[in-house]
């Protein structure tokens, strides 16, 4: 038999658990909301925030409405090494790099319209077309490859407040509010730029020889009839990213540098795949205003020599820097001409 006096005792600690839960639950939410670890909501405060996301897919949201922005470059980890700073200096602008490892062209479809919705006439526009592009997989030109805030792109940003109450943000909350007391140190730029690799002078040949002998080969099967003379798929969703922009952004359409050893043997389908895309992204920047087409990823001196890389598909930071020095030459005219470096297709005021 349940005396009244126990039944009080058992309400009081009932109520007592929910108020500790609410009042909690309560404080924990608004330290998220006041720290903002994502840079989106509408009524935060006017706090210094950095990207501490490890995902980038949480960071570039913020980032593409920046108005100290003029310039973007859209890509996946073959890209990310392009830096900013450099870029600025050899074409001018002010770029932001949003190249996201793993990102499939569906993503960078997303990203870029997120960064030309703030931005409604860039000055430059990198996209850097590799495997993601011209190897074709389910899905990829219709979903994310990685966890993705859909509620960041293209949505009314109060809706961010109903997407705050997570452990992820709450451990996102944790890590930027470490980053503004200085107790942690910044591992990605404001302008999201990040080096991935190594420092180049922890660059080790045989390690590295390891890693080529490991990895997965190209596939070298004979291509079908016809195959290296059709264009993917995915070349209509990179067209549809290029009308969006107007005539006078200049936009650069690259192949990155990967391994000769990715390639594949003339008449493979990993080599009819690679010029299908080529032929694609040609026809594209010829009738596109003010486009270049450009690509390191062919068999050359730079591609051929294991050296140039850390694994077949990322090249390190020197190589890095000659890219960038040779897409100026190519985009400027001033300079000599790299011989890793293929114009696929050039206005001819350029």
């Not at 108020?19 to 210094?48: E, H, K, Q």
């Not at 870029?112 to 526009?125: E, K, Y």
């Not at 997407?163 to 107790?183: I, P, V």
């Not at 209509?236 to 540098?257: D, G």
Request: proline share 10%; net charge neutral; hydrophobic share 45%.
């Amino acid at each position: 038999m349940t005396l009244p006096g126990q039944v009080r005792a058992w309400r009081r600690l009932c109520l007592l658990a929910v108020g500790t839960i609410v009042a909690v639950g309560g404080g924990l939410y608004l330290f998220i909301v006041m720290v903002d670890p994502w840079n989106v909501l509408p009524f935060s405060p006017p706090l210094a925030r950095i990207p501490v996301t490890s995902n980038a897919r949480y960071t570039m949201p913020a980032l593409a409405r920046n108005p100290l922005f003029d310039s973007v470059v859209v890509g996946t980890s073959t890209s990310r090494l392009m830096q900013p700073a450099m870029l600025d200096r050899e074409l001018g602008g002010h770029f932001l790099n949003m190249a996201m490892n793993s990102a499939s062209p569906w993503e960078q479809e997303r990203e870029m319209d997120a960064f030309l919705h703030s931005h409604r006439a860039p000055r430059t526009v990198m996209i850097g077309v590799d495997a993601a592009w011209c190897h074709e997989r389910p899905g990829s030109l219709t979903t994310p490859n990685r966890p993705w805030p859909e509620w960041m792109y293209g949505h009314p940003a109060w809706q961010g407040y109903l997407h705050m109450a997570s452990l992820y943000a709450l451990q996102e909350a944790a890590n930027e509010f470490l980053w503004m007391t200085g107790h942690k140190a910044q591992r990605f730029g404001t302008d999201g730029y990040a080096s991935f690799v190594p420092p180049d002078s922890q660059y080790d040949p045989v390690r590295v020889a390891a890693i080529f002998a490991h990895w997965a080969p190209p596939n070298t099967a004979p291509a079908p009839p016809g195959m290296a003379d059709t264009p993917p798929a995915s070349m209509r969703l990179l067209a549809a990213m290029l009308e969006r922009m107007p005539a006078t952004t200049l936009k650069i359409v690259w192949f990155p540098p990967a391994s000769a050893t990715l390639h594949g043997p003339t008449g493979s389908v990993a080599a009819a795949r690679l010029q299908a895309c080529r032929l694609g992204v040609t026809a594209l920047a010829a009738r596109t205003p003010n486009t270049i087409a450009l690509d390191f990823n062919h068999d050359s001196a730079l591609t051929l020599n294991s050296d140039s890389f850390w694994d077949p598909l990322h090249y390190r930071i020197p190589v890095a820097h000659r890219v960038i020095a040779a897409i100026t030459t190519a985009v400027t005219g001033n300079g000599q001409p790299d011989p890793a470096l293929d114009i696929l297709y050039k206005p001819a005021r350029h």
